[in-house]
């Protein structure tokens, strides 16, 4: 499969980009789709400053409103796009799914679908829209990956690989993400605030004894020691791929924990408890309808923006505990990425960096015919070994720390 139609032209848009520049001798032409055509097209200069192309190739930017499912085929089709990398907004996955289900075409994600009136979703959240339109993707011969960013995404794929290589039963996995990096504003999110803050407004919820749990945001506080980041509080969190793991792995627990300062959590409780995070519309005295969290969005940075001054480093990853051959064992698979590294390479932080890598990587496995398997699938319901092996060799090293130490991880060589 060759051709490549990204969606969105944001952060994680522009890292998707330009890997996929570096590697277009696989990948082919390249086309950027979103709402605003100059932002797409000062994603395709930036690329041409970098020099990022792998081999001369055609790089082009699209208007598109990717709601419209007819206006999403049409552009499918005249570009010729065999795989679409979907990294809009979440709002826009049904529509972009659909739209590749009657062409043909590959699908992509990194985040779960949102409707842009819930705030709260039932558990497992697939269930309620991805995983409805399976059957018509079987029957459709269409590969549609679900959540291929990191968290979801790699995390998953680490939790397959320990699953099924270092554990003969896996009792508990905790996701834990750190961004200990620093970007030197009063206050800014590092991807869309709008989908940052509906992840902490809703129920959180956690994968217990083989059921779900719903906690309140900040309810639990734990500290971690990581490497390279060091101790580092995280709070349990509701996250995407709870709502996959939970159904395909057979594991009893899985939680996720999101590193947050004190900072950021003060700022958060001011806004939520004035009701500034509402998706919910209000009429100003002038009688004009406001929704507040869009307001909010307006007026903070946009994420982007924060990649020139970043510093410092992010650590994600999961830590597993069960058993092998009878004895208890712990095995934490990780990546660290430089905020200022991100930048040099691609003109980006971390956090849009370890988004968009893991898509490229995937949709190079799907050019390829590894993980063109002609279904939708989550992340760990694939086969991680080539996918964390692509990724050594893209900027995304995965580590593995266990009794045995810390190392970088050969999925190859260290398979059983
Ligand atoms: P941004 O807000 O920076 O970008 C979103 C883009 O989507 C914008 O370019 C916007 O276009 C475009 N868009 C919105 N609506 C439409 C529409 N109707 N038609 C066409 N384009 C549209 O977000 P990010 O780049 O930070 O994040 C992108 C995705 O990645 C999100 O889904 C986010 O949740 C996910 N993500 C996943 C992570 C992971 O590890 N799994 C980590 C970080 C993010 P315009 O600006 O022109 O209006």
């Keep these: 499969k060759r051709n490549v139609l990204i969606i969105g032209a944001g952060g994680v848009a522009h890292v998707v980009a330009h ?74 996955n049904m529509s972009v799914l659909a739209a590749c289900i009657d062409t043909g075409a590959a699908y992509l994600d990194t985040a779960i679908h949102e409707d842009p009136a819930k705030v709260c979703e039932t558990p497992p959240w697939y269930a309620n829209y991805e995983w409805k339109r399976r059957e018509a993707c079987k029957d459709a011969r269409v590969t549609a990956v679900l959540g291929v ?33 620093s ?10 605030p709008e989908i940052n803050f509906r992840e902490f407004t809703s129920t959180v919820w956690s994968w217990e004894d083989n059921a779900w749990k719903a906690n309140a945001m900040f309810e639990h506080r734990k500290e971690w020691d990581l490497p390279v980041v060091g101790k580092s509080a995280a709070y349990l969190t509701g996250h995407d791929e ?35 995070l509402s998706e919910k519309p209000v009429r100003t005295a002038r009688g004009q309808e406001v929704v507040p969290l869009e307001v ?15 510093t410092g480093k992010t650590c994600i990853g999961d830590l597993i505990k069960g058993t092998r051959n009878g004895q208890a064992r712990e095995v ?46 989550n992340v760990e319901e ?17 580590r593995i720390r266990d009794a045995a130490g810390d190392r970088l991880l050969d999925p190859e060589r260290e398979v059983g």
């Design 382 to 398: 694939l086969d991680p070994l080539p996918f964390i092996q692509l990724m050594n060799g893209m900027g995304l090293p995965t």
């Design 296 to 310: 909010v969005k307006a007026v903070l940075p946009d994420p982007a923006s924060l990649a020139p001054n970043y």
């Design 19 to 92: 890997k996929c520049a570096q590697n277009n001798a696989l990948l082919g032409n390249i086309h950027i789709a979103s709402r605003t055509l100059a932002k797409c097209q000062a994603i395709i200069d930036s690329i041409e400053d970098k020099g990022s192309m792998q081999q001369p190739g055609q790089l082009k930017a699209h208007a598109l409103d990717a709601m419209d499912v007819e206006a999403t085929k049409f552009l499918i089709r005249a570009t010729r796009s065999q795989i679409v990398i979907n990294v809009g907004s979440p709002f826009l």
């Design 183 to 192: 970007h030197g504003r009063y206050f800014a999110t590092n991807f869309d």
């Design 149 to 181: 960013g990191f968290d979801p995404g790699v995390v998953n794929a680490y939790a397959r690989y320990a699953v099924d290589h270092c554990f003969d039963q896996v009792e508990s996995i905790d996701i834990i993400d750190i961004n200990a990096g």
């Design 332 to 377: 934490l698979l990780y990546n660290v990425c430089d905020h200022e590294a991100c930048y040099r390479e691609v003109g980006s932080q971390a956090i849009s960096y370890t988004a968009g890598v893991p898509a490229v990587a995937a949709a190079m496995l799907i050019a390829d015919g590894t993980w063109d398997i002609g279904e939708m699938a």
């Design 242 to 276: 709870l709502h996959s793991m939970s159904q395909t792995l057979g594991v009893p627990n899985i939680r996720f924990w999101m590193g947050f300062g004190e900072h950021y959590i003060n700022v958060f409780n001011v806004l939520k408890n004035l009701g500034l």
